[in-house]
């Protein structure tokens, strides 16, 4: 499921995230992939050990955690903290797919990618290029976002980013590990979870909606992995 979630953060949250990141350090973002990946990444990114991620990365997952379209959506049982990176002066990720299985952070575990996020954090008019580019069984999606908006998609899906050719594009990226491993089934519980609300808030019958609701909760036991 490829899905555009607005307004993840506010403008003030904005603002003073991209005044600490332009004044950050960064360093090459092929430090932080494997060979294949190393080939066709041009980037930048904050060192994972970097006090600056941690404290983004923190707010991050504050602002996501009061964000019902988020969790409806990713049905998340683990995150990997957020990352940050940065384009420009034809910087570009080539096409690729996400590992797998990542690391969790200070020995935790680990987690299956089933879900990839990117937070956009420029606005469209700051740079040329950069879009985020997804293959899918329906062809090729271009997704250049709003600043503070966000794009959830299959981690299995072929992705890249396009050379950036003016100005810079600062975005937070990370993965989730859902309830529900399978993208099909996470979309028809998404489906049903907001159709509920929206007869919800139509004020449909109530023995309706709390029938369609235990057929909710039903799947969501029955496909749910912990």
């Known amino acids: 499921m490829l899905l555009h ?21 960064w360093t090459d973002g092929r430090e932080t992939v494997g060979a294949q990946g190393a080939r066709v990444k041009r980037n930048q990114q904050l060192p994972d050990a970097s006090p600056l991620r941690q404290q983004l990365g923190h707010l991050v997952l504050a602002a996501l955690a009061k964000h019902p379209l988020y969790h409806a959506a990713t049905l998340p049982l683990r995150t990997l903290p957020p990352r940050f990176n940065r384009y420009e002066g034809g910087g570009h990720y080539g096409m690729h797919v996400d590992g797998a299985v990542m690391a969790l952070p200070v020995d935790t575990g680990q987690l299956r990618s089933d879900v990839s996020c990117t937070l956009f954090l420029s606005e469209p008019d700051e740079y040329d290029g950069g879009e985020l580019i997804v293959n899918d069984t329906y062809g090729e999606h271009e997704i250049k976002l709003p600043a503070g908006d966000m794009i959830i998609y299959p981690s299995s899906s072929l992705h890249r980013v396009a050379p950036v050719t003016r100005g810079i594009r600062v975005a937070s990226f990370f993965w989730v590990q859902s309830l529900v491993r399978d993208d099909n089934r996470r979309r028809l519980l998404f489906e049903l979870d907001t159709s509920i609300q929206a007869l919800t808030r139509s004020g449909a019958d109530a023995d309706v909606l709390l029938q369609l609701t235990g057929i909710y909760h039903n799947l969501l036991r029955q496909w749910a992995e912990t």
């Open 5 to 25: 979630i607005p307004d993840i953060l506010s403008r003030e949250q904005i603002t003073r995230m991209r005044s600490a990141l332009d004044a950050a350090d």
